[in-house]
C-alpha cells in the first residue's frame, strides 16, 4: 500500500499532488503509530470561519486546518496532524469543534494547559483553544462522533452588530409552518435533494435526530442535530424552509422536494455566514 502512493505522488502528480503526498503523510503517521508507543489527545476549539476557505486543508489557501497544524507543530516542535471532526465549509463558524492528533509525548494536565496557553498566544484571533486532554488511542474526532449540532441565524431587520454573523432577511416568515417542516424531516433519511452535487461521499443517509426554529424578537434561530450532514446540506435545509415560511411552497410540495433526491428541487443555499457548528458528541 505505502508502495502505492508513493508511485502516485511521485509519478503521477498534476492537481492531486498535494491531496496523495498528505495521504501518503498519514500512511506513515499510521503506520508507526501501530508500532510505537503514542498518545492521542482531543482539542475542543471554535472559530470565525470568514477568513478561512474552510475547515480542510488545501493547496493556495487559507484554512482552519493547515492553520492549526503550523501552530501546533511550531509550538510542539514535532510535525502534528490534526483530524477533526468533519468539514466545514468556506465561510461556515464554530462554537464547538472537536480535533484529535497523535505524539509520543504523554503530556500532563499541566502540559495541556501550557500548549493551550502557547497556541492561544500564537493563533490570529479568529480561532481559540478552549481545551487539550488525553483520550483513548481508539476514540476519533471524525467516525466516534455520534453528533453534530448546527445553528442558522437569520436576521429580520437590519443589524450592524449581526450582519457578519446571521442572513439578513426582510420578509416576515410564518415560523409554525416551518416547524411542520421540521417534522416533515423526521421521516426520512435519504437527504440527497440538500447534498452538494458530485461529492466524494458513498452515501446520502443521515438520521435527523433534531430540528426546530425559534424566534427571538427579530430573530430566528434554525437547530438542527443528526448523525451526520451532507455537503452544503444545512444551508439548502434552511433555504428552502424559507420558501415554506414565505408560503412560496406547501409543506407537500416541501416534502415531495425530499422525496425528488433532486438538488434543483430544492430551494437556495444561504449564505455561509450564518451557520454555527455548536456542538459534536462522543459515546
Avoid at 42 to 58: K, M, R, S, T
Wanted: one cysteine or more; a positive charge.
Amino acid at each position: 500500500m505505502v508502495l502505492q502512493y508513493v508511485a502516485d505522488v511521485f509519478f503521477h502528480g498534476g492537481a492531486e499532488f498535494f491531496t496523495k503526498l498528505r495521504k501518503f503523510y498519514y500512511l506513515c503517521k499510521k503506520i508507526m503509530s501501530e508500532t510505537q508507543n503514542t498518545y492521542r489527545y482531543f482539542v475542543e476549539l471554535a472559530y470565525n470561519g470568514a477568513p478561512f476557505c474552510g475547515w480542510q486543508i488545501q493547496e493556495n489557501a487559507t484554512t482552519i486546518q493547515a492553520t492549526l497544524e503550523e501552530a501546533f507543530s511550531r509550538i510542539m516542535r514535532e510535525t502534528v496532524a490534526l483530524t477533526g471532526a468533519g468539514r466545514t465549509d468556506t465561510g461556515v463558524h464554530a462554537k464547538k469543534y472537536i480535533a484529535h492528533f497523535d505524539t509520543e509525548k504523554q503530556l500532563s494536565e499541566q502540559d495541556c494547559l501550557d500548549l493551550c496557553r502557547k497556541l492561544n498566544s500564537y493563533l490570529r484571533e479568529s480561532i481559540v483553544i478552549f481545551k487539550i486532554y488525553q483520550v483513548a488511542n481508539d476514540l476519533h474526532a471524525r467516525f466516534s462522533a455520534i453528533s453534530r449540532t448546527y445553528e442558522y441565524y437569520i436576521t429580520l431587520e437590519k443589524n450592524p452588530f449581526t450582519f457578519d454573523f446571521s442572513y439578513e432577511l426582510h420578509h416576515d416568515l410564518d415560523v409554525n409552518r416551518m416547524n411542520d417542516a421540521c417534522k416533515i424531516l423526521h421521516k426520512y433519511t435519504d437527504f440527497s435533494c440538500f447534498s452538494k452535487a458530485h461529492t466524494q461521499t458513498k452515501t446520502n443517509l443521515c438520521t435527523i435526530q433534531k430540528a426546530i426554529w425559534k424566534r427571538e424578537k427579530n430573530n430566528l434561530v434554525f437547530t438542527i442535530q443528526a448523525n451526520r450532514f451532507l455537503r452544503n446540506m444545512v444551508r439548502s435545509i434552511v433555504g428552502t424552509m424559507i420558501d415554506v415560511g414565505q408560503h412560496k411552497i406547501s409543506l407537500d410540495d416541501f416534502q415531495k422536494i425530499i422525496e425528488s433526491k433532486n438538488r434543483c428541487e430544492a430551494g437556495l443555499s444561504v449564505p455561509a455566514k450564518g451557520l454555527f457548528l455548536v456542538d459534536v458528541t462522543y459515546p
